[in-house]
């Protein structure tokens, strides 16, 4: 602990942490992180949460919302080491700032609720963590809260995580009554009073307990260690100095976990977990080399100043003082100004200024050495994952991982004027967060933002209309389907032919397509005796590459598919890569359609925590959105858990659904599991929306005629012209996507469709043949039917007894002041020159109020817009100048005057 009010200073690399602050959302990790702030004397004032006045959630959304969203970098100073910490968020769906923080870190201090224990957040960090091996610390909070348990939590530690944890202290009192702890390692008990620690020895009461639980500790390390071991047996116990040297090399070596408690909120237990820290999680100094490549050969870069420089940029973000670049830099020192080159492409660019980072506030500093985390200005093209390097020594080093977006959303700006602006926006999003994907879509003409959830959507497209001001409307989110081969073909022949009058395309090739049981594409060649060259070897995998972007089902990428080459032929003049690409394209396309396909969704683990009285809603909701509860457990304090695997398209609003079914006490988290069959219904609702895919035919582009043929090999079919047959397979191919019973046919099960080749060896297959040709018959059959007996009916003398055979196709017009329908009728009598029935004058219709305004009609066609045969109103109303102006006598109170008389006197007023 510190033990003077005047800390010390030093610039050795042995006296830097870099750490982070791992939890569950709701855990603590921010209120940890402000009184970390508060405790080193960062800050003169305790933040909190609820009031919005913490340091690290400085942005709009983050106080407005309550929780974390984006990761804030803080500095500060214990105990003369200095203190480089990151506060990440615990949602779900921003485990991408996770992932790239803690590419960066040396150690972190993962956050537990004393009540929860291990929730399902804080064990996806906690395995990142192991991905990247990080050394740990645990910390549990909370335990002033009703039905805190330390034991309890540690034992959801060795159970769900699979670590050994190391409880170094043991709480003073329970719940309300927590007021310290027992420090294990050197026996002493520490007490807060209001802000103050007071350090004291054991009470009389507790040291029977303490004793006890310092036996444990010291039989589990000996167990782990050797050195502890031939102590522990020479001297029935371990020393202070030898326990907290063994715990250190335990915890760098991930064998085993050290874990403390106290309550964040109280400000109770943030001094021992600051000494653990400095005691425990290691420095630049420990941490091995740098690994990186240099023209494809793998070079080290020792964490010296005195090294080349070399760094890491993990985030990007936009602010009122220019672009910031943070860094962590693992090798050399950066001076202001100097020359720095992005190592993937090669650019120099010079660094303008350096800032020590506090959340949104920043110190400038004129230097930067091994080991620090800052943020740089001027370095105006680098993103997240890009190295920087000195020019003279370059090195690249691994960029973190970028999690796949899963939701989708068409963004578009209300107003025209502001596409421009909504366009610049989307790009400056996609360059801080890479897990934002923008694109635009070819057939909608639609701009789709694609991210790792719903929440992490909305709060990008609060952040354009907060920041760039741009109203964005928002559809739909739209999750992305995968379509997959469940049952493949062999031996499929495609030949791809081009002749100009020149120099021509030539491709033959042979594949077998097979399903890989897992996601991913493969490809291989077994061609042999040089009859494919190598480099039309890979211009065939490319080719295949590009036919996986739409699948055959929806139009949906291909994934889990194994592709063969396994013969091919080429031309001595005529064969190219472009033409071998082409026919690997539509070779692939082909073997696809011929395939049993099925669709694929993504799916989320969802763990949902719910009073016991709202468990039987919860289960039904669930069963609803087709999700499988995996299980179901009782939690504390007359709470269960449910875990459940839920469709990602059935969670789109279903936080407002648990809220309202559990009286808003309900929570759930998320995080995605791998992609799963959908069930034939489904997907047949699903594909019934959704236009047939159209493929592009194989035809290539520019002047010429191309030939495409395809053939079976095993069935020993002749290559044939595909040309006649397009027409065919396109109508096949709306069938296959409007008759479910067609595309689920015998042998396919939960989401399968089936369309494949069929004939007998040495006769040409039909590509795609509808199996249900009977039904197919029968309805066309109907529709003939019915053609003909509407025909009858149209034509027949009682169709309109009122009017007559030849007003069959008019509708009872809207009568005017002094107007009859029986004048109406008397038009259609002189036109088709018979008499037809009509009514009688007395039949007119009702008088009109004084004032009313006879309307101008509206323009009608002139006789060359009305089509041929065309009885309608609007046809009949043709202007002068049409064939049957002159049959149409004048309407109403105009009947009998003159032309030009008529045109002056259609606005008079009734009396």
């Known amino acids: ?161 699979g670590a050994v944890p190391l409880v170094v202290q043991w709480p003073i009192g329970r719940e309300d009554g927590f007021t310290g702890v027992v420090d294990l390692v050197r026996m002493r008990t520490l007490r807060w009073n209001d802000d103050t620690c007071v350090t004291g020895p054991v009470d009389a009461d507790l040291l029977d ?82 690994r990186g490549t240099v023209d494809g050969a793998e070079q080290e870069r020792a964490p010296d100043p005195a090294e080349p420089f070399a760094a890491l940029a993990f985030k990007v973000n936009s602010t009122a003082r220019g672009r910031l670049t943070y860094v962590r830099i693992y090798a050399g020192t950066l001076r202001k100004g100097d020359a720095v080159r992005d190592a993937a492409t090669g650019r120099t660019e010079r660094v303008g200024r350096i800032l020590r980072v506090q959340a949104d506030r920043h110190e400038e500093r004129e230097d930067a050495m091994a080991g620090d985390i800052v943020a740089v200005v001027g370095v105006k093209h680098a993103r997240a994952g890009t190295t920087l390097c000195a020019p003279d020594a370059p090195l690249l080093l691994e ?106 395309q030539f491709a033959h090739v042979v594949l077998d397509v097979e399903p890989l049981g897992g996601p991913g594409f493969a490809f291989r060649s077994t061609v042999t005796g040089g009859r494919v060259p190598q480099e039309y070897v890979r211009a065939v995998e490319a080719g295949c590459r590009d036919a996986l972007a739409e699948g055959p ?70 069963a609803s959105r087709r999700g499988q509860v995996s299980a179901s457990t009782a939690a504390t304090a007359g709470s269960a858990v449910i875990t459940a695997t839920v469709p990602l398209a059935q969670l789109f609003g279903y936080a407002s659904r648990l809220r309202g079914r559990t009286q808003g006490r309900g929570t759930f988290t998320t995080r995605p599991a791998p992609l799963a069959p959908v069930p034939a219904a489904v997907a047949d609702a699903l594909l019934a929306r959704l236009p047939p895919p159209v493929s592009a035919p194989p035809r290539s582009a520019g002047a010429g005629r191309t030939r495409g043929r395809i053939g079976w090999a095993d069935a020993g079919a002749v290559p044939h012209d595909r040309p006649r047959r397009r027409a065919r397979e396109r109508d096949q191919q709306v069938a296959l996507h409007l008759r479910a019973r067609a595309r689920r046919d015998r042998g396919g099960g939960a989401g399968v469709h089936r369309a494949r080749p069929q004939g007998a060896p040495g006769r040409r297959p039909p590509l795609l043949r509808v199996r249900d040709r009977r039904g197919r018959r029968r309805a066309e059959g109907e529709r003939r039917r019915r053609t003909r007996r509407n025909r009858r009916s149209a034509h027949a003398p009682d169709a309109h007894p009122a009017r007559g055979a030849v007003h069959r196709r008019r509708r009872q017009p809207v009568l005017r002041r002094g107007q009859t329908r029986r004048g109406r009728s008397d038009q259609g009598v002189r036109r088709s020159g018979g008499r037809g029935p009509g009514r009688g004058r007395h039949d007119r219709a009702p008088p009109l109020p004084a004032g009313h305004r006879h309307r101008r009609p509206p323009t009608r066609r002139t006789a060359g817009e009305r089509p041929a045969g065309d009885r309608s109103r609007g046809a009949r109303g043709a202007v002068r100048g049409s064939r049957d102006h002159r049959h149409r006598p004048p309407r109403g109170r105009h009947r009998g005057l003159p032309r030009l008389a008529r045109r002056r006197h259609r606005g008079h007023r009734h009396p």
């Open 209 to 290: 307990e303490a004793a006890r639980r310092r036996r444990l500790l010291e039989e589990t390390v000996a167990e782990l260690h050797p050195d502890a071991l031939e102590e522990f047996c020479a001297a029935s116990t371990l020393s202070g100095e030898t326990l907290v040297r063994v715990l250190r090399e335990l915890t760098l070596a991930g064998d085993a976990v050290v874990v403390l408690c106290g309550s964040a909120y109280r400000n109770r237990g943030i001094e021992p977990l600051l000494d653990a820290v400095l005691a425990y999680l290691p420095s630049p100094a420990d941490m091995p080399p740098v």
């Open 553 to 622: 089902l929806g139009g949906f990428p291909v994934t889990g598919v194994r592709v063969t080459l396994t013969d091919g032929a080429t031309h001595s003049k005529d064969s190219s890569e472009m033409a071998f690409r082409t026919a690997g394209r539509f070779a692939l396309r082909e073997a696809l359609r011929a395939s049993v396909t099925g669709l694929l969704e993504p799916v989320a683990e969802v763990t949902v925590t719910v009073p016991e009285d709202g468990v039987g809603g919860v289960l039904g909701d669930l």
């Open 399 to 504: 960029p973190p991982s970028v999690a796949e977006p899963v939701v989708s959303v068409a963004v578009e700006a209300r107003l025209s004027a502001d596409t421009g602006r909504l366009a610049t926006a989307l790009a400056r999003l996609a360059d801080e967060d890479p897990s934002l994907v923008v694109r635009s879509d070819a057939e909608t003409g639609q701009t789709v933002l694609s991210g790792l959830g719903e929440l992490h959507l909305e709060v990008a497209v609060e952040k354009i209309r907060r920041d760039q001001g741009v109203e964005v409307v928002v559809g739909r989110p739209q999750v992305s389907y995968r379509e997959t081969v469940v049952r493949g073909v062999r031996g499929l022949v495609y030949r791809h032919v081009k002749q100009d009058g020149g120099a021509g």
């Open 1 to 161: 602990m510190r033990t003077n009010g005047r800390p010390r200073t030093t610039t050795s690399l042995s006296a830097v942490r870099n750490i982070g602050i791992l939890a569950h959302v709701d855990a603590g990790k921010t209120t940890v992180t402000e009184r970390i702030l508060f405790a080193t004397g960062a800050v003169h004032k305790r933040g909190e949460v609820h009031d919005g006045t913490t340091v690290t959630d400085f942005d709009a959304q983050e106080r407005d919302r309550g929780i974390t969203i984006f990761a804030a970098a803080v500095s500060c100073r214990w105990d003369g080491h200095r203190v480089n910490l990151i506060d990440t968020p615990g949602h779900i769906d921003f485990a991408d700032e996770v992932e790239r923080s803690l590419r960066v870190l040396d150690g972190a201090v993962e956050v537990f609720d004393a009540v929860a224990g291990v929730e399902p957040q804080s064990e996806s960090v906690w395995r990142q963590a192991d991905r990247h091996g990080v050394p740990r610390i645990a910390f549990v909070n909370k335990l002033d809260r009703a039905g805190a348990d330390l034991d309890t939590a540690v034992a959801s530690i060795r159970e769900r995580l």
